[in-house]
């Protein structure tokens, strides 16, 4: 009898892109895809910050390089990809501002949606685009949220944003899937990291998320980084068009 062989989850000899590694799950992901065997290219606007984190990936014996990438500036986006193919592009950056619908600003609006939807789109137009001038499909994989399946107080921008952001995906999906690319994403819980300590540090706030994650504690950013290597290797091969939540079962109810 020929028994089945579990497709790997290795990712040696790929190319990746991870916008927003700089820190907090992006530079997670970009960790984990560089320790699947991916040479990973590190970019953000700090580049101060992705030089450090990229000397110690590489001291761990992985491959790995910086770059200097405003993901806003669609013009550098462009020559980025024109310069060169990736197997694999993740997307972590993004932006959020909360408040009341009713009092949200058209300056916060546009931020918002700035980043996290027309800075995603194009991003992943231009990376889709190269793929199939390259004929070897892909991987593309947004970062973003459990908003992204449900509503929130104070939320209406951000939750608009990243449910904007799966519909984009689902009609990517089905437009690049004739040439091998996958587009999925990964939409996190609330993940501890500098940028929500604040957060976690509000004790009403953090009664409410205790309250909707039903595991009896909060997310890292290594719950992340299994699912991004995921989505990036073959052991995801016939997923497209969806994502996977990873939310401590916030959606659950």
């Not at 039903?214 to 073959?234: H, N, T, W």
Request: glycine content about 10%; aromatic content about 6%; hydrophobic content about 45%.
């Amino acid at each position: 009898m020929s028994l089945p062989k579990t497709p790997s989850f290795r990712l040696d000899g790929k190319r990746a892109l991870v916008a927003g590694a700089s820190s907090g799950i992006g530079m997670a992901c970009a960790v984990a895809l560089a320790e699947a065997g991916a040479h990973v290219t590190f970019s953000a606007r700090r580049t101060e910050v992705l030089d450090g984190v990229v000397d110690d990936v590489c001291k761990a014996g992985f491959k790995a390089q910086a770059h200097a990438l405003d993901v806003t500036d669609t013009a550098a986006v462009r020559a980025l990809f024109d310069a060169q193919c990736y197997d694999i592009v993740l997307n972590s950056a993004g932006l959020a501002r909360h408040s009341a619908a009713v009092d949200t600003t058209e300056d916060d609006y546009d931020a918002v949606m700035n980043i996290n939807v027309r800075a995603a789109y194009f991003l992943a137009q231009q990376a889709g685009k190269a793929m199939i001038a390259a004929g070897k499909g892909g991987s593309i994989i947004q970062i973003s949220s459990q908003m992204a399946h449900v509503g929130g107080v104070d939320r209406a921008v951000y939750c608009s944003s990243k449910h904007a952001v799966e519909g984009m995906n689902k009609a990517m999906a089905i437009e690049f899937g004739p040439a091998g690319i996958r587009v999925n994403s990964i939409c996190p819980t609330f993940i501890l990291t500098p940028l929500t300590k604040p957060t976690f540090e509000d004790s009403e706030k953090r009664a409410w998320i205790d309250s909707k994650i039903k595991l009896p504690r909060v997310g890292q950013v290594e719950d992340i980084m299994g699912a991004a290597v995921f989505l990036a290797s073959d052991a995801s091969g016939m997923i497209t068009g969806t994502s996977i939540l990873v939310d401590g079962g916030w959606t659950a109810g």
